[in-house]
Structure formats: C-alpha cells, structure tokens
C-alpha cells in the first residue's frame, strides 16, 4: 500500500536548517570546547528565579497545563500596560505565525515581506497556498516603499522583521509611520520584534504605539531571546481583540507548556536580568565592531544580538573552518548573502575566541 500523495505545494516547503548543536559538533570534530553563536541564543542564560519556578511547576507535570496561559497573560498585560483581551500566547511566536496564516490566508492571497528576512514567513504563505512575495532589502534594511509598492488587493498579511533577522537592521518610526498609512484596510501589519529588548536606537518604533491607536497592526514578542528561555517555546502577540479572538479560534488547547508559563512570569519578575543582558550586549557589539574594523571587515550596524559581517569571499569555507575549531555561526548563503557570516554576540570570552579562530583562518586561506 501506498500512503495518499502529498499535495505538490506541502513538496514545496523548504526544511528549516538550524544552528548545529554543541553536541553534534563535539562528536562529528572530536572537541571539547564548543561555542554556538548560531541561533541568537542569549549567552547569559535565563534569570536565577526561572530554575526554582521550574521546580515548583514540576510538581504538575500529570496535569494539562493552563490553556488560557492566565498567570502570563495577567503580568504580560502589566508588563506592557495593555488589556489582557489584546494578548496571545504561543509555544514561540514562531506558532502564532503559523496562526496568523491560518487566519488570515486563503488560497491565492499573499504574504508580503523583506529578503531575506526570517525563514519561518515563508511556510505561513505555502501552508495556505498564498503567495510568498519577498521584497529585496536596499542597504540591508525593510524598503518598505518598495513593499508599499508590491501591495495588492489580495494581500493580506504583511510580516515586518523589527530588528530584522539576519540583518540586525531596523526600520525607523517616520517611515514606518508613511507606510502604515499607505496599507490598506484588508492588510495585517505583522510587527515581529523578537528583538525588542535589545534595540536602543532613538528612533526606533514600539509596534505598541500602532496597536493603541487602532491600526491594523499585531506585535509579535518572545522569551526566547533576551529573556533566553529558548528551549521551552513560549512567545506571544498584543493585537486589538478581534484579531487576538481569532487566533484563539485556530490555536491548539493547550499550546503553551506548563513550565515555560512559570518560568514566564518569574522572568517578567526580574528586570535586572534584560538589563544585565542588554549592557552585556552591547559590549560584545562594540567589541566586535571594532575587531572587524581592525581587520578590514565591513559589517551592518545591528541594533539586536547579532552582526553580520562581510568576509569579501565565499563565507562557506571559512564557516567550516571556523566549525572544525569549534566555532558554531550561521553562514550567509543559506540566507542569500553568500559571502557573510552571521554572528550572535556572545560572553566576552566567547566574541574573543570567535575573532581569534576567525582570525586564524583567514590568515591560513588567504583571499585569492
Ligand atoms: C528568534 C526569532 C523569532 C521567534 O522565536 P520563538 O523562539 O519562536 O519565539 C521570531 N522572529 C524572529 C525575527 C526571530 O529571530
């Protein structure tokens, strides 16, 4: 017996490739000591009140966890100062994008977005057999002129990556604010500031601003990020109720674990620890700017935890280079920039064994 066929637009979907794990690294190059600044994996780990939450919520493992996510929603709703009808809650925000697709998509309609930008938009397009239009960026950042341009009246959902990830780059409040009253009503502004807490440009826009004043507009947030709760899954959207209500229409029961709900609220509990992150974060930026200066690199200012910089050659061998002693990064050709290498920013000791490895294999393979 054959099993039915896979429709041809499922056939279609290009695998996500993650960040190597330290694991497979140890065992495929027989190292001990591996750094992973592959994925944008906050290097200081969580705060010190996540691993007694975690025990605490231990204790419930038998049971559903709370579907509603009502501790994370209450201090979420206090943390941003929105009402508690304006917050989802998902397993990542990786799964409310996937929502907003199920929501908002029908066959033939489109995504708009940036390219590249973050691999997971695609799939919310292909998934609901939408279009998938990728505008190209102009000096690493959104053109959301160019985006402005390109919007039809089948499209639906537009996914704005604020910093942009792989580009680090961000889109300012003046521009934003031209292209939001360029869309039309039919149009979903997705703002995805998965990296909210790491930007401090003046001018940088709070997706949250758009939400009070009624637009159509939704914010994606996460604790994966600076809150470094990566591997429990857990992220959420403020949006104005109708659009909240209907994601909660299509959202699984019991889509947000128990123990990433505790340690949610302990880390909304701990503000020293994105303070520590942030400051640590941007050290680790200076630094690196002024390493890659010093040896001729040319890189794009990032305003979130990580930086893209550009070796003037195919990055691939060099990003195996960097693999064999050790060093785990995300190379550009996977993202159409085939001759960058994306960095996470790391401890301090982490970005100077990354510059010294970078700085050894380059002088070994010098450029032809
Ligand atoms: C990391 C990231 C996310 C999502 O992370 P989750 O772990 O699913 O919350 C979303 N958008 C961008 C741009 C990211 O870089």
Not at 272 to 284: E, F, K, L, M, Y
Request: charge should be negative; aromatic fraction near 8%.
């Amino acid at each position: 017996m054959r099993p039915p066929a896979v429709p041809q637009h499922i056939q279609s979907l290009r695998p996500y490739v993650p960040g190597k794990p330290i694991e497979e690294v140890q065992r495929e190059f027989g190292l001990t000591e591996v750094i992973k600044l592959a994925s944008n994996e906050n290097p200081l780990g969580p705060s010190p009140r996540v691993a007694p939450a975690l025990v605490e919520a231990a204790a419930g493992l038998a049971l559903y966890p709370d579907g509603a996510c009502f501790h994370t929603v209450n201090a979420l709703a206090e943390h941003w100062n929105v009402p508690h009808d304006h917050l989802v809650v998902g397993n990542g925000s990786d799964e409310i994008i996937h929502y907003l697709g199920l929501v908002y998509l029908q066959p033939g309609d489109e995504l708009l977005t940036g390219d590249p930008s973050f691999l997971r938009y695609e799939a919310a397009a292909v998934l609901n057999r939408s279009a998938f239009v990728a505008v190209p960026l102009k000096n690493h950042t959104f053109d959301l002129e160019a985006i402005a341009d390109r919007i039809t009246p089948r499209t639906r959902l537009v996914f704005i990556a604020n910093p942009n990830n792989p580009t680090g780059t961000i889109v300012r409040r003046p521009e934003l604010e031209r292209f939001l009253d360029r869309c039309p009503e039919d149009a979903l502004v997705v703002m995805d500031e998965a990296y909210f807490e790491y930007a401090d440009d003046p001018e940088y826009p709070d997706g949250l601003d758009y939400v009070r004043e009624g637009r159509n507009v939704i914010v994606l947030r996460t604790f994966s990020k600076i809150y470094a709760l990566a591997a429990l899954r857990i992220g959420y959207g403020i949006a104005r109720p109708e659009i909240v209500k209907a994601i909660h229409q299509v959202r699984e029961p019991f889509n947000v674990n128990s123990l990433a709900q505790a340690a949610a609220v302990a880390s909304l509990a701990d503000p020293d620890q994105v303070i520590r992150s942030r400051t640590s974060n941007c050290a680790g930026r200076d630094y690196l700017y002024g390493e890659f200066a010093r040896m001729g690199l040319p890189y794009v200012e990032t305003q979130a935890n990580f930086v893209l910089v550009d070796l003037a050659r195919p990055a691939r061998p060099i990003f195996e280079a960097l693999l064999r002693r050790g060093i785990i990064v995300r190379c550009g050709d996977v993202l159409g920039l085939p001759t960058f290498l994306r960095t996470s920013i790391g401890t301090d000791s982490d970005n100077r064994r990354f510059i010294a490895e970078l700085e050894a294999v380059l002088s070994a393979a010098p450029a032809a």
